[in-house]
């Protein structure tokens, strides 16, 4: 039985660490370029097999199941959809690769092109970031030109173009986007090494942007799906509770 109080709070714990993911899916769904995550649950071994106490498929009383626990958490890479934005600060990438912005001492990749330029002339996140150029220095336009510039400030190509200059955007794709590792809201850092797109596979929307890849419909399912694994293991908790506290009740009136 108290096992069996063990097992349910395996249980709870996954299921609250679960809500945790979808809660922060939802959160970002207006985040551009926003990644979703999904916890992954895998069966969880008897605490003496995880002790080393036992080994699996050894046939004793320890090879019993441990419950459920969240492994790890992985990322959604699939694109999400593209939307005009009527916005000129706007950009996003079409394909592979990642706009490389300027955080500190390093360089973060993000999809989400929600940039703005500065009264100097200065491309940033909207966070202040700066947004690199190809040539890794951060892009700075003519604030004069800017202001007197018609059209589109990005070509197809992810450009810059503003008063005759051409400043080609710093987009870079890492080996594998198994690389990535979160950082922030749709910011990621790459442990690998990262090349920069060939001009000729360069493809750029000016004037829109990519959406987050998280679904508010299909969160809110998983959510309530969530929430309704957690409060039966909640119920079991204390249905167990109960019972054990009957048992203790009749044994002491026994004694």
Do not use: C, W
Not at 202 to 221: D, F, K, V, Y
């Amino acid at each position: 039985m108290v096992y069996g109080l063990y097992i349910s709070a395996e249980g709870a714990q996954a299921q609250s660490r679960r809500m945790e993911v979808i809660a922060n899916n939802l959160a970002n769904v207006d985040t551009p370029g926003f990644k979703n995550e999904f916890a992954i649950l895998e069966a969880r071994d008897s605490e003496a097999i995880n002790q080393y106490l036992d080994s699996p498929g050894s046939g004793s009383i320890n090879n019993i199941g441990g419950g459920v626990m969240v492994r790890d958490t992985q990322t959604n890479f699939k694109p999400g959809p593209i939307t005009p934005t009527g916005n000129r600060d706007d950009i996003a990438i079409r394909g592979e690769g990642y706009f490389q912005v300027q955080h500190g001492d390093q360089v973060m990749l993000t999809r989400g092109g929600n940039f703005l330029f500065t009264p100097d002339g200065r491309l940033t996140t909207q966070e202040g970031y700066s947004v690199l150029s190809s040539d890794g220095d951060p892009v700075q336009v003519d604030p004069e030109a800017k202001a007197v510039h018609r059209g589109a400030f990005y070509n197809e190509r992810g450009d810059v173009v503003i008063g005759g200059e051409v400043i080609p955007l710093a987009i870079a794709k890492p080996e594998s986007n198994a690389d990535l590792v979160k950082f922030g809201k749709n910011l990621f850092r790459s442990l690998g090494p990262v090349e920069q797109v060939p001009e000729e596979e360069r493809s750029a929307a000016p004037g829109m942007l990519e959406r987050s890849a998280a679904n508010p419909i299909t969160e809110m399912m998983a959510m309530i799906e969530t929430t309704r694994a957690y409060e039966s293991n909640i119920n079991m908790i204390k249905s167990q509770d109960e019972a054990l506290g009957n048992l203790l009740g009749r044994v002491l009136r026994q004694s």
